[in-house]
């Protein structure tokens, strides 16, 4: 079955170190994106990739980190950086880019900082 | 800085009844909007997407679009304790050229009571 896999679904760190998350699709999508959701929040977008080798900051990048070396995977390093990371954490993919809208996502990634 | 707003709820309904949510936007240029159902817990699906002034129907689910008025709403018919969820509105609006960003609002939880 097609579909976007994150892992690990869980996730406890200490302050001060990096984390990262995983993120692997195989829906053939071109474009993938990170976004993290706190208690009553919407969606806000960290980073997003239309094309392999390729990423752009969303609104909220300070702290994170990102690599496209490959098309199916897309995976976020949560930096020492991030001042406030506990959140949950969504990987999405979709067939086009920002210009369209209907994403695809993974069943999230929780982080808690200890 | 543009902005997707919805009543954040929550909204409570009978089984049976209509549920209407509602979502106002701020860029007069948005050309799609979309609905994504997300339970508590989990990652947010796609249930509508419209880009046409209008209804949209699929199911017991009608999308309706105002530009003019710059909202847009979901209404649910035969509202079932399953439909119980936070309902995100997302509208793609311009972020500078022709480049265009998903913003979604903060979310209406919808509970259906028996």
């Known amino acids: 079955d097609g579909g976007i896999t994150q892992s690990p679904k869980y996730l406890f760190r200490k302050e001060g170190q990096n984390v990262t998350l995983s993120c692997e699709q195989n829906?053939?999508?071109?474009?993938m994106y990170w976004y993290r959701q706190d208690p009553g929040q919407g969606l806000r977008l960290i980073y997003y990739?239309?094309?392999?080798?390729?990423?752009q900051k969303g609104d909220i990048a300070e702290g994170y980190s990102v690599s496209r070396e490959k098309k199916e995977s897309f995976p976020l390093t949560v930096t020492s950086a991030q001042k406030n990371p506990t959140a949950f954490y969504l990987c999405?993919?979709?067939?086009?880019?920002?210009?369209?809208?209907?994403?695809?996502f993974g069943e999230g990634s929780r982080l808690t900082v200890l | 800085q543009k902005e997707v707003e919805q009543n954040s709820g929550p909204l409570s309904v009978p089984e049976g009844a209509i549920a209407s949510l509602n979502c106002t936007y701020s860029d007069r240029v948005s050309q799609s909007f979309f609905w994504y159902r997300q339970y508590s817990g989990k990652s947010p699906e796609l249930i509508m997407s419209i880009y046409s002034n209008g209804d949209k129907e699929d199911g017991r689910f009608t999308a309706q679009l105002n530009k003019a008025s710059q909202y847009v709403s979901l209404l649910i018919r035969d509202s079932q304790p399953s439909d119980s969820a936070t309902y995100l509105c997302a509208v793609n609006m311009n972020s500078g050229g022709s480049n265009y960003k998903l913003t979604f609002g903060k979310g209406t939880l919808l509970t259906v009571n028996p």
């Open positions: 829906l053939n999508h071109d474009a």
């Open positions: 990739s239309q094309i392999v080798n390729d990423f």
């Open positions: 999405a993919s979709s067939i086009r880019g920002q210009g369209g809208g209907e994403l695809f």
